[in-house]
T-cell receptor, first 113, second 115 residues
Framework: QQQVKQSPQSLIVQKGGISIINCAYE??????FPWYQQFPGKGPALLIA?????SEKKEGRFTISFNKSAKQFSLHIMDSQPGDSATYFC????????????FGSGTQLTVLP | DAGITQSPRHKVTETGTPVTLRCHQT?????MYWYRQDPGHGLRLIHY???????DKGEVSDGYSVSRSKTEDFLLTLESATSSQTSVYFC??????????????FGSGTQLSVL
């Protein structure tokens, strides 16, 4: 059972454009929603995270938008750069526990120069 | 990668042979994890440990066993490797601080091919 559905599977964006990756979840007990970024040959690394008490969180060019009623959250990358080319995973857990993290299937982002 | 070393980085083995992957951390974090990464499936938890000799199963634990005899080392064993276990395996660590925002730190992965 896939509890976190991520789309699109792959995304190609021109330099300077906006990249948008979407995730939907089913378990209403989820209360922690991180995004991880993975470069080729490396392990994933935490990029940004949000808790459901806020609808948006911004860190530099990266923004998470959260819609609790729709059970959806998304990652927006503003002014996308070739260095942002990576695989992005959304995830969700209840009680903020890493032991209960469920990951989405991943989105491979390519930013063209 | 946050003081996490996985070995080997690459391994090719034959069906039916035992395989052990090692994860070593220098961060003294309490929790250690083994994930596998497959196209279309994201990251799936195999086993995790919450202390020396304390382990529990994850989502995809069948065919895998783990051991943790020291805080810094977490071993993943495939008793009899199968082709379906061809994957990239990641070790991760975390430390619960009661903030409800637990962060995973990942190693660089082991590419395992079972022929």
């Amino acid at each position: 059972q896939q509890q976190v559905k991520q789309s699109p599977q792959s995304l190609i964006v021109q330099k300077g454009g906006i990249s948008i990756i979407n995730c939907a979840y089913e378990n209403t007990a989820f209360d922690y929603f991180p995004w991880y970024q993975q470069f080729p040959g490396k392990g994933p690394a935490l990029l940004i995270a949000i808790r459901p008490d806020v609808s948006e969180k911004k860190e530099g060019r990266f923004t998470i938008s959260f819609n609790k009623s729709a059970k959806q959250f998304s990652l927006h990358i503003m002014d996308s750069q070739p260095g942002d080319s990576a695989t992005y995973f959304c995830a969700a857990s209840n009680s903020g526990s890493a032991r209960q993290l469920t990951f989405g299937s991943g989105t491979q982002l390519t930013v063209l120069p | 990668d946050a003081g996490i070393t996985q070995s080997p980085r690459h391994k090719v083995t034959e069906t039916g042979t035992p395989v052990t992957l090692r994860c070593h951390q220098t961060e003294n974090h309490r929790y250690m994890y083994w994930y596998r990464q497959d196209p279309g499936h994201g990251l799936r938890l195999i086993h995790y440990s919450y202390g020396v000799k304390d382990t529990d199963k994850g989502e995809v634990s069948d065919g895998y066993s783990v051991s943790r005899s020291k805080t810094e080392d977490f071993l993943l064993t495939l008793e009899s490797a199968t082709s379906s276990q061809t994957s990239v395996y990641f070790c991760a660590i975390s430390e619960s601080r009661g903030t409800g925002t637990e962060k995973l730190f990942f190693g660089s992965g082991t590419q395992l091919s079972v022929l």
